[in-house]
């Protein structure tokens, strides 16, 4: 079975810093790219940041500066470390992952963490 499981998020000050992680198990033959999304309560989720397995990144214009995304092709794990965080960061952050899962197959399909929820308060 196929999963992605987020951990990092938590209860954090304005201007503070938090480090998320999200790794993928089970029978995966391949991953292309990985990112974050968030959901705010009220509001339609939303890209935080994606990477390519090669490389490449894309943010937000609401968290450019801020957020880095980063990722472990060894280890399947894809992070992100978010820097002067504010009270309208709040949200839950999902990742996702677009990986090949079938050695029969070669399409890729969008998988989803659980969700962490990211708090900014103080």
């Known amino acids: 079975q196929v999963q992605l499981v987020e951990s990092g998020g938590g209860l954090v000050q304005p201007g503070g810093s938090l480090r998320l992680s999200c790794a993928a198990s089970g029978r995966i033959f391949s991953i292309n790219a990985m990112g974050w999304y968030r959901q705010a309560p009220g509001k339609q989720r939303e890209l935080v940041a994606a990477?390519?397995?090669?490389?490449?990144?894309n943010y937000a214009d609401s968290v450019k500066g801020r957020f880095t995304i980063s990722r472990d092709n060894a280890k399947n794990t894809v992070y992100l470390q978010m820097n002067s965080l504010k009270p309208e960061d709040t949200a839950v952050y999902y990742c996702?992952?677009?990986?090949?899962?079938?050695?029969?197959?070669?399409?890729?399909?969008?998988?989803w963490g659980q969700g962490t929820q990211v708090t900014v308060s103080s």
């Open positions: 996702n992952a677009d990986m090949r899962t079938s050695p029969y197959s070669a399409n890729f399909r969008g998988y």
């Open positions: 990477i390519t397995n090669g490389g490449s990144k």
